[in-house]
T-cell receptor, first 116, second 114 residues
């Protein structure tokens, strides 16, 4: 149980275009999902907290107009990288938090974005 | 600010050697603690977690970790590593109340030589 999927697993796009990444909790409902960015050989950096039915909460230094997050249902959150640039190339990972006494997060497999 | 430190960035061991990876955090309140593993090309998987109770927690694949509150530490151990343990290991901490956001350590890349 507690499986999280991401789509696509990898994507290549041209500079200036937008890319949408989906994160789904497959077997549980998640009122809260998180989006992380992982640079090569580095740790996960939290970008934003996605709350179902309300606006996302962004971490300091993350441009909300560039990284649009929508959490339209209890099983789906999307991250749209708008007007992508090569410096946005990275590994994006989502997690879904299962409500309960300990609020454990379950992680998706990640999406590799390459902007050319 | 809250932070998590993993002092060992790269560790190379031979099979059957014992493993201990350090994790220290800075946060004044009650925390939940996790160790995750990321095998090459795969997603993060939970090894073990501590919420309360016995500070010595056992996880999957023979891993265990000990929470020492006075030292703000949650070190990961395995008595005898295998080649298949080659992976990156992340310690994560979250406050036990509030936003429950994870704070990750920088990770430790473990290579086990066959």
């Amino acid at each position: 149980g507690a499986v999280v999927s991401q789509h696509p697993s990898w994507v290549i796009c041209k500079s200036g275009t937008s890319v949408k990444i989906e994160c789904r909790s497959l077997d549980f409902q998640a009122t809260t999902m998180f989006w992380y960015r992982q640079f090569p050989k580095q740790s996960l950096m939290l970008m934003a907290t996605s709350n179902e039915g309300s606006k996302a909460t962004y971490e300091q230094g993350v441009e909300k107009d560039k990284f649009l997050i929508n959490h339209a249902s209890l099983t789906l959150s999307t991250l749209t990288v708008t007007s992508a640039h090569p410096e946005d190339s990275s590994f994006y990972i989502c997690s879904a938090r299962q409500d309960g006494p300990y609020y454990e997060q379950y992680f998706g497999p990640g999406t590799r974005l390459t902007v050319t | 600010a809250q932070s998590v430190s993993q002092h060992n960035h790269h560790v190379i061991l031979s099979e059957a050697a014992s493993l201990e990876l350090g994790c220290n955090y800075s946060y004044g309140g009650t925390v939940n603690l996790f160790w995750y593993v990321q095998y090459p090309g795969q997603h993060l998987q939970l090894l073990l977690k501590y919420f309360s109770g016995d500070p010595l927690v056992k996880g999957i694949k023979g891993f265990e970790a000990e929470f020492i509150k006075s030292k703000f530490s949650f070190n990961l151990r395995k008595p005898s590593v295998q080649w298949s343990d080659t992976a990156e290991y992340f310690c994560a901490v979250t406050p036990s109340s509030g936003t429950y956001k994870y704070i990750f350590g920088t990770g430790t890349r473990l290579k086990v030589l066959a």
